[in-house]
């Protein structure tokens, strides 16, 4: 092709067609400006369709991975839940008729409680990797780049009440009244074992002394405030992973039509 072009523009240059020459030497230098505009045209259209496959596959991947963290929270969730109504009824509850059985249930449900642990490699990574920019919608992207944040004040929460339940909780509770006796009830499905530690007979006096104890109270309304920040802050995470799932489906039905 190119052997041709010069072809005719020595012909025109020998006839002394310098007119035609300038003419044709305009139309071939346009000719190539449009071919060099196509190729370009093309090649955008070839890495924007290319992005938006990478695209589809990590909106893909990020929705997999905010599912799989929404199943894990709202069974800890559930837990936290059995907890704090088991706190609020100890708290409400007229000590005077509680029985040693009913005091290591509440005990058993009340000191059993779940931590949020978040998977954060595929978002981590996303970030970490600049593929955060392939995603188009803005708003979606500033939800995803402040998630890490969002679980910082559950985390928080979470040291402070385990610390307390470490100092304070847990050693009161074993000054008065066997740990052993709330096994049974201090059930999760996810840490299910083969046996229960069988409960030992203490003397009434030991619970009789447990529920009227002003310490006591004040260690257990502690650990309900405690639980309560967590409870509060894992409902508003719930809200935000479930937020983004949504704005995420969108997406992805943008991309598929």
Not at 193 to 202: A, E, F, K, Y
Request: aromatic share 8%; charged share 25%.
């Amino acid at each position: 092709m190119i052997k041709f072009f010069r072809h005719i523009r020595k012909s025109l240059i020998e006839k002394n067609q310098m007119g035609k020459y300038f003419k044709y030497a305009i139309g071939e230098i346009l000719l190539v400006v449009i071919g060099i505009l196509i190729a370009l045209q093309i090649n955008n259209w070839n890495n924007n369709r290319n992005d938006r496959l990478k695209e589809k596959q990590l909106l893909i991947n990020l929705r997999q991975e905010f599912k799989s963290n929404l199943n894990e929270l709202t069974f800890d969730h559930q837990i936290n839940t059995n907890c704090l109504n088991a706190l609020y009824n100890f708290l409400q509850s007229d000590k005077t008729i509680l029985t040693p059985s009913e005091i290591d249930s509440m005990t058993g449900v009340f000191t059993t409680f779940a931590s949020f642990d978040a998977r954060v490699g595929i978002i981590n990574e996303t970030i970490a990797s600049g593929k955060l920019d392939l995603i188009q919608n803005d708003s979606l992207k500033n939800k995803l780049s402040q998630w890490t944040g969002e679980l910082n004040d559950l985390a928080e929460d979470i040291v402070i009440r385990r610390e307390h339940w470490l100092k304070h909780l847990s050693p009161i509770v074993r000054k008065h009244i066997p740990i052993r006796n709330t096994d049974k009830y201090a059930y999760r499905s996810d840490y299910s074992r083969d046996s229960i530690i069988n409960p030992i007979t203490v003397p009434k006096e030991n619970y009789k002394t447990f529920v009227n104890s002003l310490e006591v109270d004040g260690v257990i309304m502690d650990h309900y405030l405690n639980q309560s920040y967590v409870h509060i802050n894992e409902k508003q995470i719930q809200s935000y992973i479930e937020n983004i799932i949504s704005m995420i489906d969108e997406e992805l039905d943008e991309v598929n039509d």
